[in-house]
């Protein structure tokens, strides 16, 4: 598999590839946040995917070559940042509803994302292309305004919930933005994913360990079956983008990624029984909009 994905750098199949593995990874990111989200406490939540994700890793590692001596640096790299994401991110949503920060989260990452791929490989957008983040700021603007001024779920906490939002929006740029160097160090790609679920899966189960001790039975099978699936959601979601970052460039493959506000938009209707209206609405899509732009004006 890693051979094939190797074949396709640099060719137009492989472009056409990463657009794809984008726009997988925004659909199953939505659903990863709306897990994480859902029932539990979101902090709980990752605790139990991660210990998943550990877990499932470790037949995976047994398949693919072993790290080359460069990796293990820059998988402490990838830890720190990593680990300080997911305490923003439970942060995030243990302030504000689903609706409400994840739009912003995911709509800041891709103005953080462009600006790390152009410092760290050289990517330049055409001025279409910043039209594309013009509009997607607009719409994380305009978001971020209407929720203030309207929302009234959570409300105590909401000014608190949106600046969260950001810190951890510019925390998903910098590990799209590290991770993208990480994947192109190793000869093969699926090497780092294997070895980065592993290393990445087991703070928060330490951290948490007496949370999860302390829950009954019924609860803490919960939370392990949630974690499962949640687990494989983090791995086609990550996985396909990184996988996308290696075949073509950075930035466009984060932005594009930011579609997921639509996505997250229908799940939190759907699945989380949050109501989203017609401007919130028009707003996400404004953000979707903004990241076709800047994959299709390149």
């Known amino acids: 598999m890693g051979d094939l994905i190797l074949s396709l750098e640099g060719t137009d199949a492989g472009r056409d590839l990463a657009m794809a593995l984008a726009l997988f990874a925004a659909l199953t990111h939505a659903v990863f946040g709306a897990l994480q989200k859902g029932r539990h406490d979101p902090w709980v939540s990752r605790g139990g995917m991660d210990i998943c994700s550990g877990l499932f890793a470790l037949p995976v590692m047994a398949m693919v070559p072993f790290p080359e001596p460069q990796m293990w640096p820059i998988f402490a790299g990838a830890w720190v940042i990593h680990s300080a994401y997911k305490f923003l991110q439970a942060s ?8 409400v920060v994840y739009p912003v989260v995911r709509g800041a990452a891709p103005l953080f994302a462009v600006i790390g791929a152009w410092i760290v490989f050289g990517e330049r957008f055409a001025p279409l292309q910043w039209l594309g983040v013009a509009v997607l700021l607009a719409g994380i603007f305009g ?5 203030l001024r309207y929302v009234t779920v959570a409300r105590d906490t909401l000014v608190a919930a949106l600046g969260f939002a950001v810190a951890t929006g510019a925390s998903v740029a910098f590990y799209t933005t590290y991770d993208a160097y990480g994947i192109r160090a190793t000869a093969d790609p699926f090497t780092f994913l294997a070895w980065f679920f592993f290393i990445d899966g087991w ?13 009954p039975r019924a609860d803490l099978v919960s939370v392990l079956k949630r974690g499962a699936f949640g687990a494989i959601i983090a791995y086609l979601s990550f996985g396909s983008v990184m996988l996308a970052t290696r075949l073509d460039k950075v930035g466009e493959a984060a932005v594009l990624r930011e579609t997921s506000t639509v996505f997250a938009a229908l799940i939190g209707w759907l699945m989380l029984g949050e109501r989203v209206g017609p401007r919130r609405l028009g707003l996400m899509t404004l953000i979707a909009l903004g990241a076709v732009i800047v994959e299709f004006g390149g």
């Not at 995030?92 to 609706?99: I, K």
């Not at 978001?143 to 929720?147: G, S, W």
């Not at 703070?203 to 829950?215: I, S």
């Open 143 to 147: 978001l971020a305004v209407y929720n």
């Open 92 to 99: 995030t949503y243990q302030r504000g509803a689903f609706t």
């Open 203 to 215: 703070l928060m189960p330490l951290v948490l360990r007496k949370r999860l001790a302390a829950l």
